[in-house]
């Protein structure tokens, strides 16, 4: 009886997602079982081929640099707003709002903005350029735009905020108590975070980590403008197999690729917290 | 005293990373109202770039049909998540399924979900257009909506739908004036949340609009502009992008005090 009624309710939303999400996303996993046609269309015909191209060394390459990137932001971006959370749960706790929200304003304004904000700041007729002119530096600097770092800090500068949120949320329940014992047993300031403070907040980094891996790996927006038209990442490659090269099976299969591997890498951050709350529950602080 | 030494590390900390959030955009707002309209001189205060954008025919209808494309995506996500919220809720057997369905447009990834429905279209031989990037985008509209609506039914209070029903009122009825009143504030602002992640969406946009430049919407307009470097304009409509953005995130803290994340 209760569920016949909600089904009044749920129905339509289901219907949308199930049209308009559900259906695609099981196409393009059946396109990646096709061929592609003599002229860019697709031949219906079963082949395993499309994933046997996704380890050509050329595709492998770019697979394993997207990684590369992808987990060396991740890598910048969680030990900076672990930092940046650690920062702001140390200060008095009246303040710590305002500060959070602040730390993750920037998140709200447009992506591509964002990343153009960078492009002012690098180009080679840019304001870090006119900076070190003004200062007498009249040298050949370093070309910064258009370069695997830049990709690297616009990945960190988009989605810092993010880990900032999730390291914040574990550091904020952290019972101050605990430190005071592990100080009270002789344990340096240091020694207490290291082997203390930092075990059981580790998870909130863990979750803020795996999120900018996966959105970063996937990302071709920033690649395309802070990386140059010849930087390739993962999303740059399957971008290109719908909008250019028109092998859509091929760019289904990497597509596939890229959700297999996020689905593992939240499928072991689901099970690693799982692990991690069962003894965690005693350090938290009661009304936490 | 090695506390105080702490605490300055650690104001420190929060210094350089306000610093590195906020410089980048505090220079292109200011860069916005630079007469000479180039990053490396300041040549006097100028809104005359901005005068120039509003007479720029392209940004202009760009505008327009993201204006459309928010307005008429947000409403239909509103009303079916504000539906499947409560749905949800109410349903004692906690499905699975069903749970998976609503959080997988958050975290599948833009290009993904945005090629798909582009086969899925093309196959079925829609037209691309505004249409099919509202649809597009009522996808994860709708589960963002029903997230903000679910998290207020936490602290709702049954007791008053059953008082309603005890007193006679019908499903609907109650429905509409005990359950909806209630949950106003979070619909509005999961209403404004959505209109203000479907105004800023590009990848699913770039892909499910089609060719022609009718359906450019202000996202796609930006990324083709920021393509061939910087230009006073851009700065002047990212400036006008971040303001926007401010203005909506503002109406809906006020709103749904707890709502969004951050607060």
């Given at each position: 009886m209760q569920d016949r009624k909600t089904l009044i309710l749920i129905a339509p939303a289901f219907a949308w997602l199930t049209a308009f999400m559900v259906v695609p996303c099981l196409l393009i996993l059946a396109l990646a079982f096709f061929r592609r046609g003599i002229y860019g269309g697709i031949d219906y015909e079963f082949t395993f081929e499309n994933f046997g191209m996704v380890f050509d060394p050329l595709y492998a390459r770019i697979f394993l640099k997207s990684a590369w990137i992808a987990g060396l932001a991740a890598l910048i971006a969680s030990v900076v707003g672990y930092a940046a959370a650690y920062a702001i749960a140390s200060m008095p706790r009246h303040r710590q709002p305002a500060l959070l929200f602040f730390a993750i304003?920037?998140?709200?304004?447009?992506y591509l903005v964002r990343t153009y904000a960078w492009i002012v700041l690098l180009n080679r007729e840019g304001l870090i350029v006119g900076i070190a002119r003004a200062l007498g530096f009249d040298g050949e600097l370093p070309q910064?735009?258009?370069?695997e770092g830049a990709v690297v800090l616009g990945l960190v500068y988009n989605y810092l905020p993010f880990v900032i949120l999730a390291a914040y949320a574990p550091l904020s329940r952290l019972n101050p108590e605990i430190a005071e014992a592990s100080r009270d047993l002789g344990a340096g300031g240091w020694t207490t975070f290291r082997r203390v403070i930092l075990p059981i907040t580790l998870p909130g980094v863990a979750t803020g980590f795996i999120f900018v891996f996966v959105l970063s790996i996937g990302n071709f927006v920033t690649p395309a403008l802070l990386g140059g038209g010849q930087f390739q990442m993962i999303g740059n490659l399957v971008y290109a197999q719908f909008?250019?090269?028109?092998?859509w099976p091929f760019g289904s299969a990497l597509s596939m690729v890229l959700i297999a591997v996020m689905l593992v890498l939240l499928t072991l951050q689901t099970y690693a917290n799982e692990h991690a709350s069962t003894g965690r529950q005693s350090t938290e602080r009661a009304d936490g | 005293m090695a506390d105080r030494r702490t605490f300055r590390l650690m104001l420190l900390i929060l210094g350089l990373v306000f610093a590195f959030l906020y410089i980048p955009i505090s220079v292109l707002v200011g860069l916005s109202f630079?007469?000479?309209?180039?990053?490396?001189?300041?040549?006097g205060f100028s809104l005359k770039w901005y005068g120039a954008l509003f007479a720029n025919q392209d940004i202009l209808r760009a505008a327009g049909n993201t204006l459309i494309v928010g307005l008429v995506s947000a409403a239909i996500s509103t009303v079916l998540g504000t539906l499947l919220a409560i749905g949800v809720e109410i349903?004692?057997?906690?499905g699975s399924v069903l749970e998976t369905l609503i959080f997988a447009p958050m975290v599948i990834p833009d290009i993904v979900l945005a090629i798909a429905l582009l086969s899925f279209f093309s196959l079925l031989d829609v037209r691309l257009g505004l249409h099919t990037v509202i649809m597009a985008h009522v996808v994860f509209n709708l589960a963002y909506v029903c997230a903000v609506v679910r998290a207020r039914l936490k602290?709702?209070?049954?007791s008053i739908v059953e008082a309603s029903t005890d007193l006679g009122a019908s499903t609907l009825t109650t429905l509409r004036r005990v359950v909806l009143p209630v949950l106003a504030p979070a619909i509005i602002a999961g209403g404004l949340l959505a209109f203000t992640l479907s105004v800023d969406e590009f990848i699913i946009a770039f892909f499910t609009a089609?060719?022609?430049?009718?359906?450019?919407t202000l996202p796609m307009q930006i990324y083709g502009m920021i393509r061939f470097g910087v230009t006073p304009e851009i700065n002047v409509l990212a400036t006008l992008v971040i303001g926007f953005s401010l203005v909506t995130l503002a109406l809906s803290q006020r709103l749904n005090r707890g709502g969004l994340p951050g607060q």
């Open positions: 304003l920037p998140f709200w304004s447009n910064m735009l258009y370069t909008l250019t090269a028109n092998d | 630079n007469a000479g309209g180039m990053p490396t001189a300041w040549t349903r004692r057997r906690k602290s709702f209070d049954w089609g060719a022609q430049r009718a359906s450019i």
